[in-house]
């Protein structure tokens, strides 16, 4: 299914646990030494500077054999740019392909380029070929972008997928018109809300470190999207550029909104507490600054200097109150820094690993027989 040695990925994820462990001074540089040589991760990774000039690099190259073979069929372009985009496409999927399995990249900039222009061209020249409209489109964008996202584990596109579906669902709702308008910001929170509990249970699932990050990225854009699907801005706006809306349409009663506008941010923040889920927890501290601006869009109850200054203090103090707060820890929060990010979910399996290797003894040799000298007692003089 996925593009990358399982194996390899298995031991990039030990090698992420094990420098987390020995920056939390957990394990010695020693152990991290013996533990990484053991279970090295042969892919090419270099740093974000050089990702970027890589990932830059192959994007001018690509472009430059396709507007070579623009420029070979510029008589014809017309009817063959679908054909030939999607051909150059194909070109640099395999690509990606080769250079995946035998140079080893994951997230070089070199993968990156290749998979980003592949679904693009791949896409775009569909597009162009087949003549859809919107609601073929979308489902053009979900498909490819979700064979791509599920093969080479691509955050970003897994997002767009799900965007994509969203996208379906409206331009459905608005097709149908009536009934359906009424019903379409129901039908988004519906779906953002089971990806997002199914991505949750698709995360105890997937022990691959890469699906993981993809799901985590896929639970934001669900929140997010929920949220979006309730606000009372967005609804009042979309629903007045829909056909046959007046300026002040609003589907169903208006004080509905208000309250999804109001409630969701701090249910999440309240939820994101009590499990400890950081995600909610960051997802709905963000979009309570959503609220502010929503409520002084229509309320004009202050300057917006004035709001965004007030709402700073207010930032800065709860920022201040809360790391004294969790100073120790408490309830299992606490301000320990982490650098690197990532959840606690399947480093049982990691933790076993690293005291199988870190506090397991050397056998004990086998004692051998033979080799003695003894004598009397009608015995020989070997023995």
């Given at each position: 299914?996925?593009?990358?040695?399982?194996?390899?990925?298995?031991?990039?994820?030990?090698?992420?646990?094990?420098?987390?462990?020995?920056?939390?001074?957990?394990?010695?540089?020693?152990?991290?030494?013996?533990?990484?040589?053991?279970?090295?991760?042969?892919?090419?990774?270099?740093?974000?500077?050089?990702?970027?000039?890589?990932?830059?690099?192959?994007?001018?190259?690509?472009?430059?054999?396709?507007?070579?073979?623009?420029?070979?069929?510029?008589?014809?372009?017309?009817?063959?740019?679908g054909g030939m985009?999607?051909?150059?496409?194909?070109?640099?999927?395999?690509?990606?392909?080769?250079?995946?399995?035998?140079?080893?990249?994951?997230?070089?900039?070199?993968?990156?380029?290749?998979?980003?222009?592949?679904?693009?061209?791949?896409?775009?020249?569909?597009?162009?070929?087949?003549?859809?409209?919107?609601?073929?489109?979308?489902?053009?964008?979900?498909?490819?972008?979700?064979?791509?996202?599920?093969?080479?584990?691509?955050?970003?596109?897994?997002?767009?997928?799900?965007?994509?579906?969203?996208?379906?669902?409206?331009?459905?709702?608005?097709?149908?018109?009536?009934?359906?308008?009424?019903?379409?910001?129901?039908?988004?929170?519906?779906?953002?809300?089971?990806?997002?509990?199914?991505?949750?249970?698709?995360?105890?699932?997937?022990?691959?470190?890469?699906?993981?990050?993809?799901?985590?990225?896929?639970?934001?854009?669900?929140?997010?999207?929920?949220?979006?699907?309730?606000?009372?801005?967005?609804?009042?706006?979309?629903?007045?550029?829909?056909p046959g809306a007046?300026?002040?349409?609003?589907?169903?009663?208006?004080?509905?909104?208000?309250?999804?506008?109001?409630?969701?941010?701090?249910?999440?923040?309240?939820?994101?507490?009590?499990?400890?889920?950081?995600?909610?927890?960051?997802?709905?501290?963000?979009?309570?600054?959503?609220?502010?601006?929503?409520?002084?869009?229509?309320?004009?109850?202050?300057?917006?200097?004035?709001i965004m200054a007030?709402?700073?203090?207010?930032?800065?103090?709860?920022?201040?109150?809360?790391?004294?707060?969790?100073?120790?820890?408490?309830?299992?929060?606490?301000?320990?820094?982490?650098?690197?990010?990532?959840?606690?979910?399947?480093?049982?399996?990691?933790?076993?690993?690293?005291?199988?290797?870190?506090?397991?003894?050397?056998?004990?040799?086998?004692?051998?027989?033979?080799?003695?000298?003894?004598?009397?007692?009608?015995?020989?003089?070997?023995?």
């Amino acid at each position: 299914m996925i593009a990358y040695a399982p194996s390899q990925l298995d031991n990039l994820q030990v090698s992420e646990a094990v420098q987390k462990a020995c920056y939390k001074k957990q394990l010695s540089h020693a152990e991290q030494e013996a533990i990484l040589q053991r279970y090295a991760s042969w892919f090419y990774s270099p740093n974000f500077f050089i990702r970027i000039g890589l990932f830059l690099l192959t994007c001018v190259v690509l472009f430059f054999f396709f507007g070579l073979l623009v420029l070979i069929f510029l008589s014809v372009i017309d009817k063959a740019i679908g054909g030939m985009s999607i051909f150059f496409g194909l070109i640099a999927w395999a690509c990606l392909e080769f250079v995946i399995k035998n140079n080893r990249h994951l997230q070089s900039g070199v993968d990156d380029a290749l998979l980003w222009i592949a679904v693009a061209l791949v896409t775009g020249g569909s597009s162009y070929l087949i003549g859809a409209g919107p609601i073929g489109n979308s489902l053009l964008v979900f498909f490819i972008t979700l064979m791509a996202g599920v093969r080479f584990a691509d955050r970003m596109l897994s997002t767009i997928s799900f965007l994509a579906l969203v996208a379906i669902l409206f331009y459905i709702g608005v097709k149908i018109g009536g009934w359906g308008t009424l019903m379409l910001p129901f039908v988004i929170m519906v779906l953002s809300a089971g990806v997002y509990f199914w991505s949750r249970y698709q995360l105890a699932r997937f022990p691959n470190i890469l699906y993981q990050k993809c799901l985590n990225v896929l639970c934001v854009a669900a929140l997010v999207v929920f949220y979006g699907a309730g606000n009372y801005y967005i609804v009042r706006e979309l629903s007045s550029q829909l056909p046959g809306a007046g300026n002040s349409s609003m589907p169903v009663a208006s004080w509905i909104w208000w309250l999804f506008t109001g409630l969701i941010p701090l249910a999440y923040v309240m939820r994101g507490i009590l499990s400890r889920d950081i995600l909610l927890l960051r997802t709905g501290i963000v979009l309570v600054a959503v609220i502010i601006f929503t409520v002084r869009y229509y309320i004009a109850f202050a300057d917006i200097e004035i709001i965004m200054a007030a709402a700073g203090a207010f930032m800065l103090i709860a920022v201040y109150l809360a790391t004294r707060f969790v100073k120790w820890p408490r309830r299992g929060f606490t301000n320990e820094v982490d650098d690197f990010g990532e959840e606690e979910k399947g480093k049982r399996q990691v933790e076993s690993l690293l005291q199988a290797e870190t506090l397991s003894a050397p056998p004990a040799p086998v004692p051998g027989f033979g080799g003695g000298s003894f004598g009397g007692g009608g015995a020989s003089s070997e023995f």
